[in-house]
């Protein structure tokens, strides 16, 4: 679950991370408040208006603009409140900004002695083991710097068994060139910041840039956090920063109805009972000359409710052609999920694309003959290699 900057700003403080301070509005009047409740709290005479959404490149879209007084900060936040703000990580038609942060200028005098960096902690799935990824060149894309410089990238693996060692995040400090109270600061950083990554149960932390101030502080200018969804009941705390508008909507109703669902740019949906077999079936697709849709996994007890819910949430996407549904039947039986296909499809009307259905395991035959004698336009396959002809003669025909 993606959350906002300000949001994993406060986490990071809680974990005693330094972060560049701020304040969350929603109106140009209320921004002037925040401002002017920063200055009293942290004495800053200039501020930074930061579009809150889910996505990085804020700056070059122009979602962050730097005030020098209250009437500034007014008319800059009027500026990007209510944007269209197109970044490199949205879509063509962009996201729109209802929230802004007040923050505070941590660039204060002594600029030439400001350094940015990049810090970020993950998972490393190759290796079994969390990474801290760590570069001088902070505040670019760390796509860029990995593309051209991929030197100036370093990487320490840290042993999920023993955890961070102090070595370690030393290593980190030094392998960016600190010293002295520089270098301290940034160790206390790194230990902080990796036990707000674990105790949070998030699956990245990536905080561009880390800004050694010009009195060799270190902190948090940005923060960009992705919590794991599947570890929320450890934390129901968490549960309430969800930003459903930043989601799509299809993903948001998906998720109502308890269906992983991830829309693409295709035009075959495709519904299936597992992560494994949703994989396979779009490599089907796209052997079959057509392109998925959306990865939908129903889970193992599909039933008329779930493939109901399945069926209107794929035909929204108005560039779906065709549907295939790939189910096996092993927790659940293959002619309940052929019932419920019938069902459902009786009771969403008619529905203006060909369905295929493969079923394949426990009591499969009888659910292809459910199917063929339903007299919907649904056909029927037992053999992966057969519903990728269905849809090949399917795209064929259009």
């Not at 972060?19 to 509005?25: A, D, H, L, R, Y």
């Not at 902080?192 to 840039?209: C, G, H, V, W």
């Not at 998906?254 to 494994?276: R, T, W």
Request: charged share 25%; with cysteine; aromatic share 6%.
């Amino acid at each position: 679950m993606n959350i906002h900057e300000y949001q994993g700003k406060d986490i990071l403080k809680h974990y005693g991370v330094r972060i560049q301070e701020g304040i969350v509005v929603d109106t140009p009047a209320l921004a002037v408040e925040a401002a002017r409740e920063l200055t009293a709290r942290t004495g800053t005479k200039w501020h930074v208006i930061k579009a809150q959404i889910h996505a990085g490149g804020r700056g070059k879209g122009g979602g962050v603009k730097l005030a020098k007084s209250l009437d500034e900060v007014r008319s800059k936040s009027e500026e990007i409140l209510g944007m269209q703000l197109i970044t490199h990580q949205t879509s063509p038609e962009g996201k729109k900004v209802s929230k802004v942060l007040i923050a505070e200028d941590v660039y204060y005098p002594g600029v030439s002695e400001v350094k940015e960096f990049y810090v970020s902690i993950l998972l490393d799935r190759a290796k079994g083991c969390n990474v801290i990824m760590a570069s001088t060149e902070g505040g670019m894309d760390i796509e860029e710097v990995a593309e051209h410089s991929p030197e100036k990238i370093f990487k320490e693996w840290i042993n999920p068994s023993v955890g961070l060692q102090q070595f370690q995040a030393r290593k980190v400090a030094f392998a960016l060139g600190l010293s002295g109270d520089a270098f301290r600061e940034m160790v206390k950083f790194i230990n902080s910041l990796y036990k707000a990554y674990i105790e949070t149960d998030s699956s990245m932390f990536e905080i561009n840039p880390v800004l050694k101030t010009s009195d060799n502080k270190i902190l948090a200018v940005d923060a960009k956090v992705n919590l794991d969804d599947n570890a929320l009941y450890r934390h129901p705390d968490f549960i309430p920063l969800r930003d459903v508008t930043e989601e799509d909507p299809l993903e948001v109703e998906a998720s109502a109805n308890d269906l992983n669902y991830v829309k693409l740019d295709g035009n075959v949906g495709c519904m299936v009972n597992g992560a494994g077999l949703a994989m396979a079936t779009m490599d089907i697709i796209k052997l079959s000359g057509g392109h998925p849709a959306n990865f939908l996994d129903v889970g193992g007890g599909a039933n008329a409710k779930t493939v109901e819910a399945g069926f209107r949430i794929i035909l929204k996407d108005p560039n779906v052609k065709a549907i295939l549904i790939n189910i096996f039947g092993g927790i659940v039986r293959c002619d309940r999920v052929a019932t419920g296909v019938v069902e459902a499809y009786k009771a969403i009307g008619n529905i203006p694309v060909p369905i295929i259905v493969r079923l394949q395991g426990t009591n499969a035959a009888e659910g292809a003959k459910i199917i063929d004698d339903s007299g919907l336009k649904v056909f029927s396959a037992v053999l992966l290699k057969d519903a990728a002809l269905r849809v090949e003669e399917v795209l064929k025909a259009m």
